[in-house]
């Protein structure tokens, strides 16, 4: 994730949807950690743990097309 956040913004101007996706990135992984070490809920742990990473890939897939 860092990576792809200090990458985002230097391709160019970043999407509408950015300060969106961090936003929903950051309460994804907060819910993953909370689920982990307080609750151990499942499946709400995975299914916090995807929506981080859909959002990694969703950031990965624009800056490639904007890379082009």
Known sequence: FMILAI???NI????DW??????IFTYS???HFLLFAV?????WRAIAWVIGVGINI??????LQASK
């Open 7 to 9: 990458v985002w913004p």
């Open 12 to 15: 160019g101007p970043p999407p």
């Open 18 to 23: 950015a300060p969106t996706a961090l936003l």
């Open 29 to 31: 992984r907060f819910a």
């Open 39 to 43: 609750i151990r809920m499942q499946p």
């Open 58 to 63: 969703a950031m990965a897939i624009h800056i």
